[in-house]
């Protein structure tokens, strides 16, 4: 050989590191039972008697609503912590396919809510244009990735 260019082959064992996944404070809406919330909300002071609020001041007032609806809200939806992974989006992702995306579950949201055949065939269509998007977009990345080099 008379080049001192040779190719060097060789693996490791690296282990992608582990980024945190922040704990998110949040409330379990989805066990919220509105018959139920409704049904202790109109027990509660707020609903009771309006004369015995007359002679509170709106300080007051404002208190008496955060602590009863905080303490329906803790009765009903209870406070939870859920750890939130983190995803960094790929390099070549942009405002474009960010759009893209967004109508795409625009129209899953309103196919899921109606069943309406003209609701799925508008999903469809707007998953397709996605997909053309992201595909566009990456060999666009890839493309100005190779002509940096």
Not at 99 to 127: G, I, K, M
């Amino acid at each position: 050989m008379i080049s001192d260019h040779a190719l060097v082959l060789f693996s490791t064992r690296l282990k992608k590191p582990r980024s945190d996944t922040p704990l998110i404070t949040s409330r379990a809406w989805h066990r919220l039972s509105h018959d139920a919330f409704a049904s202790d909300l109109s027990a509660s002071r707020l609903c009771g008697d309006i004369t015995e609020l007359a002679g509170m001041s709106a300080n007051d007032l404002v208190d008496l609503y955060r602590r009863v609806f905080t303490d329906l809200l803790d009765k009903h939806c209870p406070v939870v912590q859920v750890r939130r992974r983190t995803t960094s989006t790929a390099p070549w992702f942009n405002a474009d396919c960010h759009a893209a995306r967004w109508s795409a579950r625009v129209a899953e949201c309103r196919y899921s809510r109606t069943h309406f055949d003209v609701n799925r065939s508008n999903w469809l269509t707007r998953l397709k244009t996605i997909h053309l998007v992201y595909e566009k977009r990456n060999d666009e990345f890839r493309a100005e990735r190779d002509h940096s080099e």
